[in-house]
T-cell receptor, first 112, second 114 residues
Framework: IAGITQAPTSQILAAGRRMTLRCTQD?????MYWYRQDLGLGLRLIHY???????GKGEVPDGYSVSRANTDDFPLTLASAVPSQTSVYFC???????????FGQGTRLTVV | QKEVEQDPGPLSVPEGAIVSLNCTYS??????FMWYRQYSRKGPELLMY????GNKEDGRFTAQVDKSSKYISLFIRDSQPSDSATYLC??????????????FGQGTTLQVKP
């Protein structure tokens, strides 16, 4: 089934550790996104990539980095995790000019 | 003030009721309006997508956009227990590079009781 695959599904991470959340899509969408979802704050955009080789900052980029080496993969890295990065992280993709942004199942991250 | 406001609920209705979910927004530049459904511990699922003002119907779901009032609605007819979920409104600006950069409401939790 076509879609977005995120890994891991959940993780407990010690503060100060480095962590990469993985995201792969097989829909050949040109644009990809990372959102975080927090209670009372909804979903907020962290970083995005309109096409392979380009990235941009969203609403809450601090403490996160991304890369887009090819169309299918869009990893999100936390260089040195802090407790405020405890959240549910969603990867998403869309095809510019076509309707709809589609989400993965999420990674539940707890930083202790 | 948030750019997109949505009453978090919870909203509880009996099976078969008509459900009305709403969002207001402050930025008149929003052009694309979406509704997502999110089940517990799952990713958001796209339900409806509309461009600018007007109505769009898909089965039991109707989305309405009133740009003059900066107000969008999702109506669910003949609600079912399987509709119990959190409903998220989302918006984006015009432009092919912006369609996936979504600004979300907080989400409304809906419970449909058998």
């Amino acid at each position: 089934i076509a879609g977005i695959t995120q890994a891991p599904t959940s993780q407990i991470l010690a503060a100060g550790r480095r962590m990469t959340l993985r995201c792969t899509q097989d829909m050949r969408h040109n644009a990809m996104y990372w959102y975080r979802q927090d209670l009372g704050l909804g979903l907020r955009l962290i970083h995005y990539s309109n096409t392979a080789g380009t990235t941009g900052k969203g609403e809450v980029p601090d403490g996160y980095s991304v890369s887009r080496a090819n169309t299918d993969d869009f990893p999100l890295t936390l260089a040195s995790a802090v407790p405020s990065q405890t959240s549910v992280y969603f990867c998403a993709s869309s095809d510019s000019g076509r309707m709809g942004t589609f989400f993965g199942q999420g990674t539940r991250l707890t930083v202790v | 003030q948030k750019e997109v406001e949505q009453d978090p609920g919870p909203l509880s209705v009996p099976e078969g009721a008509i459900v009305s979910l709403n969002c207001t927004y402050s930025n008149s530049a929003f052009q694309y309006f979406m509704w997502y459904r999110q089940y517990s511990r799952k990713g958001p699922e796209l339900l409806m997508y509309t461009y600018s003002s007007g109505n769009k119907e898909d089965g039991r779901f109707t989305a309405q956009v009133d740009k003059s009032s900066k107000y969008i609605s999702l109506f669910i007819r003949d609600s079912q227990p399987s509709d119990s979920a959190t409903y998220l409104c989302a918006m984006s600006f015009r432009g092919s590079s912006n369609t996936g950069k979504l600004i979300f409401g907080q989400g409304t939790t809906l419970q449909v009781k058998p």
